[in-house]
């Protein structure tokens, strides 16, 4: 079945300092959202890209859609304390509807 | 405007026992889907459901089933519980059945003992 990966699984960042999530899938994605999820929250949808090679940029979060369509990044400026929480990426398959396969997440805690 | 309910906010059951757990989409989503969070994980798809019919499901066993009403709300029920059932449920709503934003409700956290 579908698999979709994301490293590092943790990392640990001071504030101030830049964070990089990856995320590949096993197969080739139609599009790819990313999701936030808050300790003891639910996940909260960050943003959707469907075309290859895409970039998307909000403030200081920078996404990217690989052009083979089968990895994304998420990439973070100069992180603040409210950006902790764990990021997934969540892949659709062509045709697949709106089932989406979550990543395996990755945890981001921020130390001042 | 509310967002996506669910309830029970938590539940402890035992096994072998059956549960439902109930959503309530954004008004006007049309579409509900189902996910189970196991702790450490990424939320597993269970279930799609768009104008109460099933759009998807994923790999879970026949123990789980679900529903859509004419008002797009939904149920999730799930019998002969196990221990491994125990896990955070979440639901997500969309306004159709395409590759859409989802906006997940709270969910509910069930204890199986």
């Known amino acids: 079945g579908q698999q979709v990966m994301q490293i590092p699984q943790y990392q640990h960042v001071q504030e101030g300092e830049d964070f990089t999530t990856y995320c590949n899938s096993s197969t080739t994605l139609s599009n790819i959202q990313w999701y936030k999820q808050r300790p003891g929250g639910h996940p909260v949808f960050l943003i959707q890209l469907v075309k290859s090679g895409e970039v998307k940029k909000q403030k200081r979060l920078t996404f990217q859609f690989g052009e083979a369509k089968k990895n994304s990044s998420l990439h973070i400026t100069a992180t603040q304390t409210t950006d902790v929480g764990t990021y997934f990426c969540a892949g659709l398959l062509t045709g697949g509807g709106n089932k989406l396969t979550f990543g395996t997440g990755t945890q981001l805690k921020v130390e001042l | 405007d509310a967002g996506v309910t669910q309830s029970p906010t938590h539940l402890i059951k035992t096994r072998g026992q059956h549960v439902t757990l109930r959503c309530s989409p954004i008004s006007g989503h049309k579409s509900v889907s189902w996910y189970q969070q196991v702790l450490g994980q990424g939320p597993q798809f269970i279930f799609q459901?768009?104008?109460?019919?099933?759009?998807g499901r994923g790999n879970f066993p026949d123990r789980f089933s679900a529903r859509q009403f004419p008002n797009y709300s939904s149920e999730l029920n799930v019998n002969a519980l196990l221990l491994g059932d125990s896990a955070l449920y979440l639901c997500a709503s969309s306004l159709s059945g395409g590759p859409r934003e989802q906006f997940f409700g709270p969910g509910t956290r069930l204890t199986v003992l």
């Open positions: 459901y768009y104008e109460k019919e099933e759009r």
